[in-house]
C-alpha cells in the first residue's frame, strides 16, 4: 500500500475521509477492548511477544525482532519466531520455514528472520495456529515472537511492543483511510514498550537507530565493511533499489554516509523486476538494495549477465538498549513455566 502525502499533514482530502476514519479507530478500540480480557498465554504457558506497529508501512518491526531474538538468546531464552507469512499461498496447514524452497512460499520477511537468526519459524494468517504448530514441533522454545499481529487479537500475547518510524511518526494522527493509523493513537497508552526507529517524541518511549554495517555481493555472496565497500567506490554513482515500506528511509542513510544515488523505490514487498535490473546494468554503477528486497535474488535465480561487483545487498542492525532487553525480560515468566 502507497502512503499518500496527505497521510502526514491533514488536508481536505484527510477531513473528507475522517468520517470513515472514525468508523476504523472504534472497531479497532472494541476488537482491543474485548480481547483485554482473554487469555494472556497460550494454552501450554508459553508466552508470546508481539512486535507491530498501529501505522500502515515500513517502521523497522523486522529488524527488531531479529535485534531482540539475539539479545533473548544471549539471556538464555530459546526463541522461535511466527508470522503471517505475506504474499505467499501458506495453504491449510502452517509452513516450516526451514523446509521452504524459497521466500516466494513463507513470504520475504520470515525467510529473512529464519536465515539472520537460525530458529525456528512458522508462517500462517492464524497466528495462533501458527504458534501451537511451532511449539508442536519445537518444544524447546520458551518464547515466541509475534512478526508483526498486534491486531491479531486472538493470539494470546505477553508483551505488546509497537514500533514507530521516527521520520513519519503517527502521521496526522489519523485512522484509515484518512491517516495511516490501523487503530488509535490511543493504544500507545495500553501497550508495554514502544520503540520509535529514529528519534523519540515521548519521554515514555525508547530511541533506537538502525545502522548500515555490511555490504553483500549478490552473485558470490562475499561479504565487506560499509566502510570498505565505499572506499572501492571512490566517487561513483549509486543505484538504490528499495521494495519496503518506507523507501526513503533505506536512500537517507546511504546519503547519510556519503554516497551519490539515483534512486528506483519500489512497492512494499514488490519483486526488483529483471528487466530493470537487467537496464540499470546496461548503466554501469553498482546497484545496491536492501536486504529484504535480495531475498529474492539467490545466486541461482540473479539475471545470467550479473557478474560479481555489479549488485550488492546492504545489511544493517539495530542494537537494543541495554535496560529495555532487562524490562522485557522482566515481564516474562522465568523459563521453569514453558513446559518441554
Aim: glycine share 8%; proline share 7%.
Amino acid at each position: 500500500m502507497r502512503y499518500p502525502d496527505f497521510w502526514q499533514r491533514r488536508g481536505l482530502r484527510s477531513w473528507l475521509l475522517w468520517p470513515l476514519s472514525l468508523v476504523t479507530c472504534m472497531v479497532a478500540r472494541r476488537r482491543r477492548a474485548a480481547a483485554e480480557r482473554g487469555e494472556a498465554r497460550l494454552q501450554d504457558g508459553c508466552p508470546v511477544v508481539v512486535i507491530g506497529n498501529i501505522t500502515v508501512g515500513g517502521t523497522g518491526k523486522t529488524p527488531v525482532l531479529i535485534a531482540l531474538a539475539r539479545a533473548l538468546a544471549e539471556h538464555g531464552r530459546r526463541v522461535g519466531v511466527i508470522s503471517r507469512g505475506y504474499g505467499a499461498r501458506i495453504g491449510i496447514e502452517p509452513r516450516d520455514v526451514s523446509e521452504a524452497a524459497g521466500p516466494d512460499a513463507v513470504g520475504d520477511e520470515p525467510w529473512l528472520i529464519h536465515h539472520a537468526l537460525n530458529v525456528p519459524v512458522f508462517v500462517h494468517p492464524d497466528r495462533v495456529r501458527a504458534a501451537e504448530q511451532l511449539r508442536a514441533r519445537h518444544p524447546e522454545v520458551d518464547v515466541i515472537l509475534s512478526d508483526d499481529g498486534l491486531q491479531h487479537h486472538a493470539l494470546p500475547r505477553e508483551v505488546e511492543i509497537v514500533v514507530i518510524d521516527g521520520v513519519r511518526r503517527l502521521g496526522n494522527r489519523l485512522c484509515l483511510p484518512a491517516g495511516p493509523l490501523r487503530e488509535s493513537a490511543k493504544t500507545l497508552d495500553d501497550v508495554d514498550f514502544v520503540i520509535v526507529n529514529g528519534e523519540q517524541f515521548s519521554d515514555d518511549q525508547w530511541a533506537v537507530q538502525f545502522e548500515l554495517t555490511r555490504v553483500r555481493d549478490l552473485f558470490d555472496q562475499s561479504i565487506q565493511s560499509v566502510d570498505d565497500f565505499i572506499l572501492g567506490l571512490g566517487d561513483q554513482t549509486v543505484v538504490a533499489l528499495a521494495g519496503i515500506g518506507h523507501p526513503e528511509k533505506f536512500f537517507t542513510a546511504l546519503r547519510d554516509r556519503g554516497l551519490s544515488l539515483e534512486t528506483y523505490a519500489l512497492e512494499d514487498h514488490q519483486p526488483v523486476p529483471p528487466a530493470l535490473l537487467h537496464y540499470l546494468r546496461r548503466v554501469g554503477s553498482p546497484i545496491v538494495m536492501t536486504e529484504k528486497d535480495a531475498v529474492k535474488w539467490q545466486q541461482n535465480r540473479l539475471p545470467w549477465h550479473v557478474r560479481p561487483g555489479q549488485v550488492f545487498a546492504v545489511i544493517g542492525q539495530i542494537r537494543l538498549p541495554d535496560e529495555l532487553v532487562r524490562a522485557i525480560l522482566d515481564k516474562l515468566p522465568p523459563r521453569p513455566e514453558c513446559p518441554t
